[in-house]
């Protein structure tokens, strides 16, 4: 007798998404091999067969096993989760049978994780994609690196497989990270936990806000390119028909790496009051200065602060930045970003390194924590303490971390309340999330303390989550108004970074600044 072997492929869980083909193999085959819990999904097809289930750990067993059974004769099927052909059983199969083996061998497709998630997130691979396994099993991690850093250069949506393992807990940070070089900090992105099984979770990110979350082996992550877009609470990716307008939100800066630029300029790379001023300052010596700020509000605020100088604003990636450095021959980095913007900061002084160009950080003064303060060392904990001391929930975080507290355990036994600044992406961002127009403060700071107080007072807030800005950035005001008030104020702490220089004081920029231009004229 002439053996046959059916790969077969039973999708992602449900009876239902399994493909009729796949269900005559199955019925038509006398011997099933697979792993034990694919046999739930097709036990009506398979009463009364021989069944063999290797462990999960042991696939290469179970394609020898199969294929020893078809060259003895029978009619078997090996099962496979997802496609079997996709990071699956089919290439183990293939490594094994031999040229002069005579069954025959049937590939049924199916269901793959890709679309799979990609159907509960919208239509987010409507476009050219990519998919990227971070298993380290199946090649080395310097190949994965290279593909995903090509992946984001050219843009592609892409599939994140084999996400985060017990003893591959940082590669995945790594891959996000090399993302974050050439896409926006503000790309959409989904993630998807064991989807169309039970225990189904799905919920849309920023790329940014990725490097956050913990994920494990049953969690897909779905990268959008700049195009992608949100809708009605999902996600999708426009398929063009030749309309590759960029979207309003994004500027000329990041297609084309930015207007013409003064050379041998200073750098302040701001979106904060201070560092407007900052640049504004050091722009008065006669030095010429380029402003980038992250947003486009936050660039609106830039032309108004410094009036005459170069503004460059948008979600640029690394390589638009590297690009624009490099064009216009910068002088010097000086960071004077948000005391929480650790991730523009780190990449900040890896072009720095990079380019040998100065970096030096501006940080403003830290405010001293005072006596009723309730001190949060990550976000994590944050939102911990948020729902064990409130219901009615202030959040002065930024809009960046509203995912963290709004879909935590137990978030909807609360009511959220939160203050963003007044940009339209930003608002929408919120109530995507979940969070009432009405429960929006969308203005931007800082307030004053009987500000806080009223706005407090009236929505009844009995929580209050906010950050460690400074006094620059309203901290003072908002502790002194949650003391009038008697609600507890939790503050997260700044993250810890490492910087090669590093003040606190604008005339200790100057000095500096001073000091290397004395070191470059002896040179």
Same mark, same amino acid.
Request: charged share 20%; proline share 5%.
């Given at each position: 007798?002439?053996?046959?072997?059916?790969?077969?492929?039973?999708?992602?869980?449900?009876?239902?998404?399994?493909?009729?083909?796949?269900?005559?193999?199955?019925? *038509?085959?006398?011997?099933?091999?697979?792993?034990? /819990?694919?046999?739930?999904?097709?036990?009506?097809? &398979?009463?009364?067969?021989?069944?063999?289930?290797?462990?999960?750990?042991?696939?290469?067993?179970?394609?020898?096993?199969?294929?020893?059974?078809?060259?003895?004769?029978?009619?078997?099927?090996?099962?496979?989760?997802?496609?079997?052909?996709?990071?699956?059983?089919? %290439?183990?199969?293939?490594?094994?049978?031999?040229?002069?083996?005579?069954?025959?061998?049937?590939?049924?497709?199916?269901?793959?994780?890709?679309? %799979?998630?990609?159907?509960?997130?919208?239509? !987010?691979?409507?476009?050219?994609?990519?998919?990227?396994?971070?298993?380290?099993?199946?090649?080395?991690?310097?190949?994965?690196?290279?593909?995903?850093?090509?992946?984001?250069?050219?843009? /592609?949506?892409?599939?994140?497989? $084999?996400?985060?393992?017990?003893?591959?807990?940082?590669?995945?940070?790594?891959?996000?990270?090399?993302?974050?070089?050439?896409?926006?900090?503000?790309?959409?992105?989904?993630? @998807?936990?064991?989807?169309?099984? !039970?225990?189904?979770?799905?919920?849309?990110?920023?790329?940014?806000?990725?490097?956050?979350?913990?994920?494990?082996?049953?969690?897909? &992550?779905?990268?959008?390119?700049?195009?992608?877009?949100?809708?009605?609470?999902?996600?999708?990716?426009?398929?063009?028909? $030749?309309?590759?307008?960029?979207?309003?939100?994004?500027?000329?800066?990041?297609?084309?790496?930015? !207007?013409?630029?003064?050379?041998?300029?200073?750098?302040?790379?701001?979106?904060?009051?201070?560092?407007?001023?900052?640049?504004?300052? /050091?722009?008065?010596?006669?030095?010429?200065?380029?402003?980038?700020?992250?947003?486009?509000?936050?660039?609106?605020?830039?032309?108004?602060?410094?009036?005459?100088?170069?503004?460059?604003?948008?979600?640029?990636?690394? +390589?638009?930045?590297?690009?624009?450095? @490099?064009?216009?021959?910068?002088?010097? /980095?000086? *960071?004077?970003?948000?005391?929480?913007?650790?991730?523009?900061? +780190?990449?900040?002084?890896?072009?720095?390194?990079?380019?040998?160009?100065?970096?030096?950080?501006?940080?403003?003064?830290?405010?001293?924590?005072?006596?009723?303060? &309730?001190?949060?060392?990550?976000?994590?904990?944050?939102?911990?303490?948020?729902?064990?001391?409130?219901?009615?929930?202030?959040?002065?975080?930024?809009?960046?971390?509203?995912?963290?507290?709004?879909? %935590? $355990?137990?978030?909807?036994?609360?009511?959220?309340?939160?203050?963003?600044?007044?940009?339209?992406?930003?608002?929408?961002?919120?109530?995507?999330?979940?969070?009432?127009?009405?429960?929006?403060?969308?203005?931007?700071?800082?307030?004053?303390?009987?500000?806080?107080?009223?706005?407090?007072?009236?929505?009844?807030?009995?929580?209050?989550?906010?950050?460690?800005?400074?006094? @620059?950035?309203?901290?003072?005001?908002?502790?002194?108004?949650?003391?009038?008030?008697?609600?507890?104020?939790?503050?997260?702490?700044? !993250?810890?970074?490492?910087?090669?220089?590093?003040?606190?004081?604008?005339?200790?920029?100057?000095?500096?600044?001073?000091?290397?231009?004395?070191?470059?004229?002896?040179?």
């Amino acid at each position: 007798m002439t053996g046959v072997l059916n790969l077969v492929s039973v999708g992602p869980g449900f009876a239902d998404l399994i493909v009729p083909r796949a269900e005559t193999a199955l019925r *038509d085959s006398s011997v099933i091999v697979a792993y034990e /819990l694919y046999l739930r999904w097709i036990a009506p097809w &398979i009463i009364g067969k021989e069944i063999h289930t290797p462990p999960l750990t042991q696939e290469r067993e179970r394609a020898l096993l199969a294929i020893e059974k078809a060259r003895a004769g029978a009619t078997v099927a090996l099962i496979s989760s997802g496609d079997i052909g996709i990071y699956a059983m089919a %290439a183990l199969a293939y490594d094994e049978i031999r040229e002069d083996d005579t069954f025959t061998v049937n590939v049924i497709p199916g269901i793959t994780s890709a679309n %799979a998630c990609a159907s509960l997130l919208g239509s !987010p691979l409507s476009h050219d994609f990519a998919t990227l396994s971070l298993s380290d099993l199946l090649c080395p991690w310097e190949w994965i690196e290279q593909r995903a850093r090509h992946i984001a250069q050219a843009d /592609l949506a892409c599939v994140l497989y $084999n996400v985060q393992s017990a003893g591959r807990q940082e590669g995945v940070y790594r891959i996000l990270k090399l993302m974050l070089e050439s896409k926006a900090p503000t790309t959409l992105c989904g993630v @998807v936990k064991n989807a169309y099984r !039970p225990g189904q979770e799905v919920a849309i990110y920023s790329l940014e806000e990725l490097l956050t979350l913990k994920f494990d082996m049953l969690t897909t &992550i779905v990268i959008g390119n700049r195009f992608t877009q949100r809708k009605r609470g999902q996600m999708f990716t426009p398929r063009g028909y $030749n309309d590759w307008r960029a979207p309003e939100t994004e500027t000329a800066a990041e297609v084309a790496c930015g !207007p013409a630029f003064p050379t041998a300029a200073t750098w302040v790379f701001s979106g904060t009051g201070d560092g407007n001023a900052l640049a504004r300052l /050091l722009a008065a010596e006669g030095t010429p200065v380029v402003v980038s700020a992250a947003t486009e509000y936050g660039g609106e605020v830039a032309l108004q602060d410094c009036p005459g100088l170069t503004v460059w604003a948008g979600r640029q990636g690394v +390589e638009a930045r590297r690009q624009a450095l @490099v064009k216009s021959r910068a002088r010097v /980095l000086v *960071d004077a970003t948000h005391p929480y913007a650790n991730i523009i900061s +780190e990449q900040l002084i890896a072009l720095s390194q990079e380019l040998g160009i100065p970096y030096i950080r501006y940080e403003r003064p830290s405010a001293a924590v005072t006596t009723g303060t &309730i001190v949060c060392a990550t976000i994590a904990d944050a939102v911990e303490q948020a729902m064990a001391h409130g219901k009615r929930i202030f959040l002065a975080t930024g809009a960046k971390d509203l995912a963290h507290f709004l879909q %935590a $355990n137990a978030a909807g036994e609360h009511q959220w309340f939160a203050r963003v600044t007044p940009e339209p992406e930003t608002i929408q961002r919120a109530v995507d999330l979940g969070l009432p127009h009405s429960h929006i403060c969308a203005m931007q700071g800082p307030f004053s303390q009987d500000f806080n107080q009223a706005l407090w007072r009236d929505w009844r807030i009995d929580c209050i989550v906010t950050k460690e800005s400074g006094a @620059v950035g309203g901290y003072q005001a908002k502790v002194e108004a949650a003391a009038a008030l008697g609600i507890p104020l939790l503050v997260v702490q700044r !993250p810890s970074m490492s910087y090669p220089v590093v003040v606190a004081t604008f005339e200790a920029v100057q000095t500096q600044l001073k000091q290397w231009d004395a070191v470059k004229g002896l040179q």
